[in-house]
């Protein structure tokens, strides 16, 4: 996903691998597509790639931007609206972003507004061979990031069930993975169904996440027909 790098200020780290797929694994031959295209997904792929914006984030109307590789290029929007992309001077080799006017107006994002997907808008890219270090490379040129629901843990249990008789008992190991936020340590509670009790392994079963790679520890409930 080459525009993740549109989110961490550098650009032109996007720029530069978008044109180089579309431009070497993309051709008017017989095999001038990569893989199986069932659906039409990566046609999909070079046609986003090709314009110079891209709908990086799924379920929104979110357009992130690259180097356009065609001089212009409209796109007819309903409700007599347009897309108007230009690019003089677009070529194979003219890969860097230096400049973008939306609207006539200067344009330092490597994203733009909702309402243009709906309203239309007329977009102007400077584009050069050589990088630039500087373009929207600021705090506030990230496309947007939505952290609604997120979680700050990913934990799974193995096994997810099992099956014991009387006197038996059957152990349960929780993984968990620190997605992102403050916490160091992760507190499982568990309950036992009725005709059964648990007890942790050993001592509170709590997870610590201080690692840097996710680690599994055994210190989940042990269930047990009490």
Not at 58 to 77: G, M, N, Y
Not at 120 to 139: I, K, P, Y
Not at 186 to 191: D, E, G, H, R, Y
């Amino acid at each position: 996903m080459p525009w993740a790098y549109n989110c961490f200020g550098e650009p032109r780290k996007a720029q530069e691998p978008v044109r180089r797929i579309a431009t070497t694994l993309f051709g008017p031959t017989p095999d001038g597509e990569p893989g199986n295209d069932d659906l039409g997904a990566q046609s999909a792929w070079y046609v986003w790639a090709a314009l110079g914006v891209y709908p990086a984030t799924p379920e929104t109307a979110d357009l992130t931007v690259h180097s356009p590789l065609f001089e212009r290029a409209v796109l007819d929007l309903p409700g007599s609206h347009d897309l108007d992309i230009r690019a003089p001077g677009a070529s194979a080799d003219t890969k860097y972003v230096h400049g973008l006017k939306l609207d006539g107006a200067t344009w330092n994002r490597t994203y733009l507004p909702r309402s243009m997907v709906s309203k239309g808008a007329r977009l102007d890219f400077t584009l050069e061979g050589n990088a630039d270090t500087t373009w929207a490379t600021g705090a506030k040129a990230a496309p947007p990031s939505y952290r609604e629901g997120e979680h700050p843990f990913l934990a799974s249990v193995s096994p997810s069930q099992a099956v014991v008789g009387r006197g038996e008992s059957a152990t349960f190991t929780v993984a968990a993975q620190r997605l992102g936020g403050e916490d160091r340590t992760l507190t499982v509670t568990a309950q036992a169904p009725a005709g059964l009790s648990r007890r942790p392994r050993r001592g509170a079963p709590t997870i610590s996440t201080r690692r840097a790679r996710p680690s599994i520890w055994p210190r989940s409930p042990t269930t047990s027909n009490g």
